[in-house]
């Protein structure tokens, strides 16, 4: 039989993560609460609410690895406080009755000093609001007598990655020729990440014990502006260049006060007015796992861009 992995979840890095697995033969269990997923002989789609500590013992089962790729229901520090916590915890005792080392896909977020290039090896004590939820999930991961390991990832970009910088706010504008605005600076330098990049660091790491219970950095290429991660797609797409546009700090601050939403995006802003940049060398070393030159990546998103329409 092959080896099984359970992944949780089925947003842009749990479906990747799945099909790489099945395309290395590998048996996997995917849970959703629908049942969604991608479909290949390999993989089975079941129906699970992963809050429910009791079907978690079932479904880890005889699982080598457990893929943790849900995250909260709102993008806001109370939601993250209120469900992250839990369901991890919930997660890491059942993979550690199953003896499967669990895989988090992880934030730049809990980075003390985003201001200068965060390595493997930076200090991770940010405080308060999200970067305080990111940094508190990473100190009870440490702390648990689970296996764990925490692949950190830029911004995503690629293929099936929809809510991001990177996605839906840039690719589908720059292949319709519409203005694409950006929010901050469109030419401060700052880290992306591949999401198929992610993904094999992931699985890399999961089955490689030695890499247990660290941090790692996913693949990741160059720092880019937003304004050339534009130009990657616009050539990919033999487009003509959009025009770029950016919604600067202040306003965002300013419309704070009256949206909620836009509050809880203000109070990442720092990302985007600075040099946001990780560096992935020693990961990339570690695992052996080089980052998807960015032609290639850009096409593919591109690529499937086209094919939702």
């Known amino acids: 039989m092959p080896e099984l992995y359970v992944v949780t979840g089925a947003g842009p ?25 991608p ?17 978690l013992v079932e479904a880890f089962r005889g699982a080598a690895a457990v893929f943790h790729c849900i995250h909260g229901s709102a993008y806001t520090a109370e939601a993250w406080r209120k469900e992250l916590p839990q369901a991890e915890e919930a997660v890491l005792t059942a993979a550690g009755e199953a003896g499967a080392v669990v895989v988090f896909p992880e934030s730049l977020y809990s980075y003390s000093r985003p201001d200068t290039v965060m390595a493997e090896d930076s200090p991770r004590e940010a405080e308060g609001g999200k970067r305080g939820v990111r940094t508190a999930l990473l100190k009870a ?39 694409v605005l950006v929010i901050g600076s469109a030419d401060q330098p700052r880290s992306f990440t591949y999401v198929p990049d992610l993904a094999a660091a992931m ?32 050539e990919a797409g033999k487009v003509p260049a959009p025009k770029i546009g950016a919604v600067p700090g202040w306003l965002l601050r300013a419309m704070g006060l009256f949206s909620a939403g836009t509050r ?31 032609p290639e990546a850009a096409a593919a998103t591109v690529a499937w861009w086209r094919a939702q329409d």
């Not at 993560?17 to 996997?28: H, I, N, P, S």
């Not at 699985?203 to 660290?214: D, G, H, K």
């Not at 946001?276 to 796992?289: Q, T, W, Y």
């Open 13 to 37: 890095v749990g479906w990747t993560v799945a099909e790489q697995l099945a395309g290395q033969g590998k048996q996997v269990r995917i849970l959703t609460r629908s049942g969604s997923g």
């Open 39 to 55: 479909v290949h002989p390999l993989i089975n789609r079941m129906p699970i609410d992963v809050s429910d500590p009791a079907r």
């Open 141 to 179: 991961r440490a702390a648990s007598a689970t296996n764990t390991v925490s692949v950190v990832a830029a911004d995503f970009f690629g293929p099936r990655v929809r809510s991001s910088h990177a996605g839906e706010r840039m690719v589908p504008a720059v292949l319709a020729g519409k203005r």
């Open 203 to 234: 699985i890399r790491a999961a089955q490689t014990p030695s890499a247990w219970n660290r941090v790692w950095h996913a693949p990741t290429g160059p720092a880019l502006t937003q304004r050339q991660l534009a130009a990657a797609f616009t």
């Open 264 to 294: 809880e995006l203000a109070e990442m802003l720092y990302q985007f007015e600075r040099p946001f940049v990780m560096d992935s060398r020693a990961s990339e070393a570690g695992l052996g796992l080089r980052p998807t030159p960015l």
